[in-house]
């Protein structure tokens, strides 16, 4: 999953989804400083709780020094993408 985050804002939130980039990312941010690591683990918490998974499913495999990030979900494939369609048409309304 494509994610695209940004860090220092003023409280944690998934946004919806930024279909301007190729390819299309989830928009997130995180009140976590991009120093350390920090918001890449305030990414990851975030993530897991929105989608309602161990914080140990949800790995950073790319773009760690980017707001740009790769994210591997561990789980079943089609529970995963029904709970994130889910959850964005719920943000939709």
């Not at 985050?5 to 989830?26: E, H, S």
């Not at 989608?51 to 980017?66: D, E, F, I």
Request: hydrophobic share 45%.
């Amino acid at each position: 999953m494509t994610v695209r985050l940004t860090p220092n804002a003023r409280a944690d939130a998934i946004l919806g989804v930024d279909r301007a980039g190729t390819p299309a990312a989830l928009r997130a941010k995180v009140r976590a400083v991009p120093e350390k690591g920090k918001a890449n683990a305030a990414l990851i918490g975030l993530m897991a709780g929105w989608l309602g998974v161990p914080r140990t499913s949800v790995t950073c495999v790319a773009g760690g020094k980017s707001r740009v990030k790769t994210l591997e979900i561990e789980g079943e494939s089609n529970d995963l993408i029904t709970r994130i369609n889910e959850r964005l048409d719920a943000m939709a309304r």
